[in-house]
C-alpha cells in the first residue's frame, strides 16, 4: 500500500513538472535574451541582451535590449550595424551577399572560424546553407559546388563540379603544404573548419579554436507522461480476452537519457538514440461476455475481467529533422525502437458466475518477458538555441510483438515528453 502510493506521488510530481515546463516553454518561445552585444561601428561595443532566436530570424535582424529589463527593445537590420554576438557564444557579421535570385541583400552571418582565413555561414531564403570564405582584406567569396543530375540509357547519373576547391586552393597559395590537400576537402561545415584551422597555424603558428562546434553530439535527459495508450490483444474483436481491446487503468509515466549525434554533415538532420524507462501500463477489461464461450458452452454465464500492468525498457532509434525557418526550432522525428517488458505488476484473469466462487488465473502464461518492436513518430521544439536549449516533444508510438503480447497484438502509446541536454 504504502508503495503504491509513493509511486502514485511521484507520477502526480512528473505530470505537475511537465505542465509547468510547457507552460514556461511557451512563454520563452515568444523571446530568448541572453547576454550579448552589437557592434554599431569599428570602435563601438555596446553590451545588452540579444533575443536568439532561429536561424532565419538572427540572419534577417538583431533584436536588441539593455541590460534593465524596462528598457526599450531596438531591431537593427544588418544594414545597420556591423554585427553582433552572445556573451561566450555564436558571433554574427553584416555582409552583402548575392540571393538565389542573384540580386543582393544583406544578411547576418554567422561566424564558424576566424583566423587569417574565416568561415561565414548563411541559410538564405530557400533553406539552403551556403559558406562564404572570409580573406584577411575582409572581402567574402562564396564556396560553391554544383550537382546536376544526367538521365542516359534509363541509367540516372549525378554530375558534380566544385568550383569551392579552385577559390581554396588560390587562397591557400601561401601554405603549399595545405594547398596540395585542397582536392580531398568536402563542402561541410566540419571539413572546411579543419581545413582553415590547418591553414591558419600554417602561416600564423597559433592554434585556433572553431567558434561552432561541426559536431552537435548531445547527451539527453528525458521525461514525460502517456497523454494516452492503448492495448489491443490480437484482432481486437472481442471474440475472448486474447483477442480484444483493453481500456488504459492510468498514466504511464517515462524517464531516461538519449543521445543525439549529427549525420550527413548536416546541420538540419541527426539521429536519437537512447535508453528511456516507461512504468504504469495498466490495462484492464471488466464483466465482459464472450462469443467464444457463448457459443461453446450454450448458456453463457461467464463474466470475464482482466487486468495486466507491466514496466518496460524502450530502445528508439530515430532521425529528426530540423526544419530551419520556424517558430523557435520545430522538427520532425520517426523510426524503430524496440520495448522490453522487464517487469510485470499485474497479470490477472477472473472468470466469475452467476453462482460458485470466481476463478482466478494468469492472463498471460508463461510470464511477461517479451520484446516488441514497433515505429515511433512525432514532432517536438528547442525552446531557444545553443546546445543547452530544452525541447517538448509530442511521440506516437506504436509496439507489436512476442509473449506475452501475441504476434498481431499491438500498443498504441501518445507521449508527452520533455528533454534537457545536460552537455
Known amino acids: 500500500m504504502y508503495r503504491e502510493f509513493v509511486i502514485a506521488a511521484l507520477r502526480r ?3 505537475f513538472w511537465l505542465l509547468w515546463f510547457v507552460v514556461n516553454a511557451v512563454a520563452l518561445a515568444q523571446s530568448n535574451f541572453q547576454p550579448g552585444y552589437v557592434v554599431p561601428t569599428a570602435a563601438d561595443t555596446v553590451r545588452g541582451l540579444i533575443d536568439y532566436r532561429s536561424l ?33 557564444g555564436p558571433q554574427y557579421e553584416a555582409h552583402t551577399v548575392l540571393r538565389p ?19 561565414l555561414l548563411l541559410y538564405d531564403e530557400a533553406s539552403h546553407l551556403r559558406y562564404f570564405l572570409k580573406k584577411p582584406d575582409g572581402q567574402i567569396v562564396e564556396l560553391v559546388e554544383y550537382v546536376t543530375t544526367i538521365s542516359e540509357g534509363g541509367r540516372v547519373y549525378k554530375r558534380v563540379r566544385k568550383p569551392y576547391l579552385g577559390e581554396l586552393a588560390v587562397a591557400f597559395a601561401a601554405c603549399p603544404a595545405e594547398q596540395t590537400g585542397v582536392q580531398s576537402i568536402e563542402l561541410n561545415t566540419k571539413a572546411l573548419v579543419d581545413a582553415l584551422r590547418r591553414y591558419n597555424y600554417c602561416v600564423t603558428g597559433q592554434q585556433i579554436e572553431p567558434l ?5 553530439d548531445q547527451l539527453i535527459v528525458v521525461i514525460g507522461v502517456s497523454a494516452w495508450h492503448k492495448l489491443i490483444l490480437g484482432n481486437g474483436n472481442g471474440t475472448f480476452e486474447h483477442d480484444d481491446s483493453y481500456d488504459n487503468g492510468g498514466i504511464a509515466t517515462t524517464i531516461g537519457v538519449q543521445y543525439r549525434f549529427g549525420v550527413f554533415h548536416s546541420q538540419r538532420i541527426s539521429a536519437v538514440c537512447g535508453v528511456l524507462y516507461q512504468s504504469g501500463f495498466q490495462y484492464r477489461i471488466t464483466n465482459r461476455t464472450y462469443s467464444l464461450y457463448t457459443n461453446f458452452l450454450g448458456n453463457n454465464d461467464r463474466r470475464i475481467s482482466a487486468e495486466f500492468k507491466f514496466n518496460c525498457v524502450q530502445l528508439p532509434l530515430l532521425m529528426r529533422y530540423y526544419f530551419p525557418f520556424s517558430f523557435g526550432k520545430l522538427y520532425v522525428e520517426g523510426g524503430p525502437m524496440a520495448r522490453i517488458i522487464i517487469r ?23 510470464g511477461a518477458r517479451s520484446i516488441n518492436l514497433g515505429l515511433i513518430g512525432g514532432a517536438g521544439i528547442d525552446i531557444g538555441h545553443g546546445k543547452r ?4 516533444a509530442v511521440r506516437y508510438e506504436v509496439g507489436s510483438g512476442g509473449s506475452p503480447l501475441a504476434t498481431g497484438s499491438v500498443q498504441r502509446v501518445l507521449n508527452v515528453q520533455v528533454a534537457y541536454p545536460v552537455f
Open 13 to 15: 510530481c512528473v505530470v
Open 56 to 88: 532565419a530570424f538572427n540572419s534577417m535582424q538583431c533584436r536588441f535590449q539593455a541590460h534593465s529589463a524596462t528598457s526599450q527593445q531596438s531591431d537593427f537590420l544588418p544594414s545597420k550595424i556591423l554585427g553582433y554576438g552572445l556573451t561566450g
Open 101 to 119: 535570385d542573384s540580386t543582393s541583400g544583406t544578411y547576418f552571418l554567422e561566424v564558424a572560424h576566424r583566423g587569417n582565413l574565416g568561415l
Open 212 to 216: 561552432i562546434k561541426a559536431k552537435n
Open 344 to 366: 510485470t505488476q499485474r497479470n490477472e484473469l477472473v472468470y466469475a458466475y452467476g453462482s460458485g466462487p470466481d476463478e482466478r488465473y494468469v492472463l498471460f502464461e508463461g
Open 389 to 392: 536549449a530544452p525541447s517538448v
